[in-house]
């Protein structure tokens, strides 16, 4: 028995090192071994803090008696799907086609050509619930494999030629206009939980890309039923369980449709994309709530996810051990009215227990609370919340930590970029615009390096051998033009133009249509195209929202006609599914808005750049400087000059430019603030 995960950098995969299984990555040479051996593949994906793939190794991978089976039977292959999105996203579709639903860990058997035949998520190792044990799965496999291969052939082929028929020949017929934003909000008007916020019910994820559009399009119309559903939403989720209380940051849904108890485990990409909604939340409203959650998120990323080299771990796992050891979900997080007493003594632990509701019975297992806000938002002692608070946290830091995934995702870093960069600048946290520059830095000496195309991964500081999918170029891209518009620095602007055009050159078919992977990626058994977003904006979007801002900023006609060509999807997909485009409509509002183009000749961190900042025009983008090289750094700012010798800020949308002005009032004004 070989194991070949030894030397993997994948968190996921080292944790699968020590199996009795004889796992492989993925790779042409467990193929050619299972053709050699005549036997299929077993394809188990997973990610590093998934609770139910830890629970699976536990009781299947760990087993020796299952390992030996597994062995002699299968080429046994196992992936990060965080590390290979590709495999993850065309084998996740076949397994949705065929059950009708998916989640990890994901479990597909394959024949030596990569094509599925049989499918499953988690597989117990004792029949339950009308599921058979994963034993009986590796036996039925290997009896059909043995006993009917014709059929095994015949539904492989089916399967794969199901799938190479979903290809998308095109996004749609031109781009979404009024007509499709108002559908979308309809739609989403429908499905919005009045009672708790969010959309849909059990489980709920948070929706801050819906948000996000939400808030766009009250900036642009001043549709107050928009607002109304993103701010409430946003207070469910700061007040809920799914917030963490005492040390910021989101978990990643809610098994409850009331926000109540989290699935405990804590992405990054969740906890930028939220900090900035709140951020904008904030813009909008002025919500000190919004404020603080925004900070406080701001500040968990920072303290608990950077790595020593200033990139952004993936990931905190929902397991830890409880006070017997025991490796548990939410051990970390969870308290009972005993543990409160403990720390707090009588007086503060009953103040506690009706503050964070707390039961005798618990909300969680065993007698367990997840802490929460559930009294109304009404009069509380601010000071004696926040001593409570801090007692609990520093007791909370002497038990088992979850486990981090180091693992660095440019993707999900270049949401953080944006996010810290926006966040700092808004309230005058330099720190945080720090942090997000030298994140950036990172993403270009090591996930750029000598090859000039993305890596998808870095771990301590040395990159990874996968490359970058298209949600890697979109996402880095737009946290480089977040950098550019905060720091006046325009090397992001050209970063950004680098990624971008490889967008155009790399991943962009006919008509609009763009593909997850590049043309010379690897050949899977179809080339991964998925317009909707998932947790996180998807490519397409990511990439049409980064070009559409950058065309803005250089006038760049490639970029604009790619932009709009990539938003035909949303036109077709936004009036029937919202809730998973919202990060496309959050793009299209920008589109219908212009977006507007702020040009500030003037100092960077002064008061019309900040005003800049703050407007809250849909997508605007703002370039500031001053002197006679600020036009090299940004197209924009040629031939800006100052009037009166003062800082003058020039705002234009559609070819189309305002009168110049001193006035930090008037341009607030201009762009909605």
Same mark, same amino acid.
């Given at each position: 028995?070989?194991?070949?995960?030894?030397?993997?950098?994948?968190?996921?995969?080292?944790?699968?090192?020590?199996?009795?299984?004889?796992?492989?990555?993925?790779?042409?040479?467990?193929?050619?071994?299972?053709?050699?051996?005549?036997?299929?593949?077993?394809?188990?994906?997973?990610?590093?803090?998934?609770?139910?793939?830890?629970?699976?190794?536990?009781?299947?991978?760990?087993?020796?008696?299952?390992?030996?089976?597994?062995?002699?039977?299968?080429?046994?292959?196992?992936?990060?799907?965080?590390?290979?999105?590709?495999?993850?996203?065309?084998?996740?579709?076949?397994?949705?086609?065929?059950?009708?639903?998916?989640?990890?860990?994901?479990?597909?058997?394959?024949?030596?050509?990569?094509?599925?035949?049989?499918?499953?998520?988690?597989?117990?190792?004792?029949?339950?619930?009308?599921?058979?044990?994963?034993?009986?799965?590796?036996?039925?496999?290997?009896?059909?494999?043995?006993?009917?291969?014709?059929?095994?052939?015949?539904?492989?082929?089916?399967?794969?030629?199901?799938?190479?028929?979903?290809?998308?020949?095109?996004?749609?017929?031109?781009?979404?206009?009024?007509?499709?934003?108002?559908?979308?909000?309809?739609?989403?008007?429908?499905?919005?939980?009045?009672?708790?916020?969010?959309?849909?019910?059990?489980?709920?994820?948070?929706?801050?890309?819906?948000?996000?559009?939400?808030?766009?399009?009250?900036?642009?119309?001043?549709?107050?039923?928009?607002?109304?559903?993103?701010?409430?939403?946003?207070?469910?989720?700061?007040?809920?369980?799914?917030?963490?209380?005492?040390?910021?940051?989101?978990?990643?849904?809610?098994?409850?449709?009331?926000?109540?108890?989290?699935?405990?485990?804590?992405?990054?990409?969740?906890?930028?994309?939220?900090?900035?909604?709140?951020?904008?939340?904030?813009?909008?409203?002025?919500?000190?709530?919004?404020?603080?959650?925004?900070?406080?998120?701001?500040?968990?990323?920072?303290?608990?996810?950077?790595?020593?080299?200033?990139?952004?771990?993936?990931?905190?796992?929902?397991?830890?051990?409880?006070?017997?050891?025991?490796?548990?979900?939410?051990?970390?997080?969870?308290?009972?009215?005993?543990?409160?007493?403990?720390?707090?003594?009588?007086?503060?632990?009953?103040?506690?227990?009706?503050?964070?509701?707390?039961?005798?019975?618990?909300?969680?297992?065993?007698?367990?609370?997840?802490?929460?806000?559930?009294?109304?938002?009404?009069?509380?002692?601010?000071?004696?919340?926040?001593?409570?608070?801090?007692?609990?946290?520093?007791?909370?830091?002497?038990?088992?930590?979850?486990?981090?995934?180091?693992?660095?995702?440019?993707?999900?870093?270049?949401?953080?970029?944006?996010?810290?960069?926006?966040?700092?600048?808004?309230?005058?946290?330099?720190?945080?615009?720090?942090?997000?520059?030298?994140?950036?830095?990172?993403?270009?000496?090591?996930?750029?390096?000598?090859?000039?195309?993305?890596?998808?991964?870095?771990?301590?500081?040395?990159?990874?051998?996968?490359?970058?999918?298209?949600?890697?170029?979109?996402?880095? =891209?737009?946290?480089? &033009?977040?950098? @550019? %518009?905060? !720091? +006046?620095?325009? *090397?992001?602007?050209?970063? /950004?133009?680098?990624? #971008?055009?490889?967008?155009?050159?790399?991943?962009?078919?006919?008509?609009?249509?763009?593909?997850?992977?590049?043309?010379?990626?690897?050949?899977?058994?179809?080339?991964?195209?998925?317009?909707?977003?998932?947790?996180?904006?998807?490519?397409?979007?990511?990439? =049409?929202?980064?070009? &559409?801002?950058? @065309? %803005?900023? !250089? +006038?760049?006609? *490639?970029?604009?006609?790619? /932009?709009?060509?990539? #938003?035909?999807?949303?036109?077709?997909?936004?009036?029937?599914?919202?809730?998973?485009?919202?990060?496309?409509?959050?793009?299209?509002?920008?589109?219908?808005?212009?977006?507007?183009?702020?040009?500030?000749?003037?100092?960077?961190?002064?008061?019309?750049?900040?005003?800049?900042?703050?407007?809250?025009?849909?997508?605007?983008?703002?370039?500031?400087?001053?002197?006679?090289? /600020?036009?090299?750094?940004?197209?924009?700012?040629?031939?800006?000059?100052?009037?009166?010798?003062?800082?003058?800020?020039?705002?234009?949308?559609?070819?189309?430019?305002?009168?110049?002005?001193?006035?930090?009032?008037?341009?607030?004004?201009?762009?909605?603030?």
């Amino acid at each position: 028995m070989v194991n070949r995960l030894a030397d993997a950098m994948s968190p996921y995969l080292l944790q699968h090192a020590d199996n009795p299984v004889d796992w492989w990555p993925w790779s042409p040479e467990a193929f050619e071994e299972a053709r050699k051996r005549d036997v299929p593949v077993l394809l188990s994906v997973g990610y590093a803090s998934c609770h139910w793939c830890h629970v699976m190794a536990h009781e299947s991978f760990e087993d020796e008696t299952v390992a030996a089976y597994l062995n002699a039977h299968f080429v046994p292959v196992k992936v990060d799907r965080e590390e290979r999105p590709d495999v993850d996203a065309v084998y996740m579709e076949a397994v949705q086609a065929a059950t009708g639903h998916g989640g990890w860990p994901m479990t597909v058997f394959l024949t030596p050509d990569a094509e599925p035949f049989y499918f499953g998520t988690y597989f117990p190792p004792e029949p339950r619930h009308g599921s058979p044990s994963f034993q009986q799965v590796l036996e039925g496999v290997t009896a059909a494999w043995t006993d009917r291969r014709d059929e095994v052939a015949e539904v492989a082929g089916r399967i794969v030629a199901d799938l190479a028929g979903r290809s998308l020949v095109h996004g749609g017929d031109g781009v979404p206009g009024e007509s499709e934003v108002a559908q979308a909000l309809l739609g989403l008007t429908r499905e919005y939980d009045e009672q708790h916020g969010g959309f849909g019910g059990a489980p709920k994820f948070p929706p801050a890309m819906v948000v996000e559009f939400l808030l766009r399009h009250y900036a642009r119309t001043g549709a107050e039923g928009a607002l109304q559903m993103a701010a409430d939403t946003c207070t469910a989720m700061a007040r809920g369980g799914i917030y963490d209380q005492l040390g910021g940051g989101f978990a990643r849904y809610s098994v409850d449709r009331e926000w109540i108890v989290p699935h405990f485990e804590k992405m990054l990409y969740d906890n930028a994309l939220l900090c900035r909604v709140y951020a904008h939340l904030w813009r909008a409203t002025g919500s000190d709530e919004a404020r603080r959650i925004a900070l406080e998120t701001a500040d968990f990323m920072v303290r608990e996810l950077r790595t020593a080299e200033g990139g952004f771990a993936s990931a905190l796992d929902a397991d830890s051990e409880d006070a017997d050891g025991r490796h548990v979900e939410g051990a970390y997080y969870v308290w009972t009215p005993g543990q409160l007493r403990e720390v707090l003594g009588e007086d503060d632990a009953a103040f506690a227990a009706a503050h964070f509701g707390v039961t005798e019975e618990g909300t969680f297992e065993e007698g367990a609370s997840v802490l929460r806000l559930p009294g109304d938002a009404g009069l509380v002692d601010a000071a004696r919340v926040t001593g409570v608070r801090a007692r609990l946290l520093a007791a909370r830091d002497e038990r088992p930590r979850p486990g981090r995934d180091d693992k660095v995702v440019a993707a999900w870093n270049g949401l953080a970029i944006a996010a810290l960069a926006e966040t700092g600048a808004f309230f005058d946290r330099p720190d945080l615009v720090e942090r997000a520059t030298e994140a950036a830095d990172l993403l270009v000496r090591v996930h750029l390096g000598e090859v000039a195309r993305l890596t998808r991964t870095s771990k301590d500081g040395r990159a990874g051998d996968n490359a970058g999918v298209l949600e890697d170029y979109g996402d880095v =891209a737009e946290g480089f &033009l977040a950098l @550019a %518009a905060v !720091t +006046g620095e325009g *090397a992001w602007l050209e970063f /950004a133009g680098f990624l #971008l055009d490889i967008v155009l050159e790399q991943f962009t078919g006919e008509g609009g249509q763009l593909y997850d992977t590049a043309h010379d990626a690897e050949r899977l058994i179809r080339r991964p195209q998925d317009p909707a977003d998932s947790a996180t904006p998807s490519g397409w979007t990511a990439a =049409a929202g980064a070009l &559409l801002s950058y @065309a %803005a900023y !250089t +006038g760049s006609e *490639a970029h604009r006609t790619a /932009a709009e060509g990539a #938003l035909g999807v949303v036109k077709a997909l936004g009036p029937r599914v919202p809730r998973f485009v919202g990060w496309g409509l959050a793009v299209a509002e920008a589109l219908l808005d212009g977006p507007r183009e702020v040009a500030v000749a003037g100092p960077v961190g002064g008061e019309l750049h900040r005003t800049a900042l703050l407007g809250r025009a849909p997508g605007a983008v703002v370039a500031a400087g001053e002197g006679p090289g /600020a036009g090299g750094e940004f197209p924009l700012l040629v031939d800006r000059p100052l009037v009166g010798g003062e800082p003058t800020a020039y705002v234009c949308r559609h070819f189309v430019c305002d009168a110049p002005t001193t006035d930090a009032g008037e341009l607030a004004a201009k762009l909605g603030g």
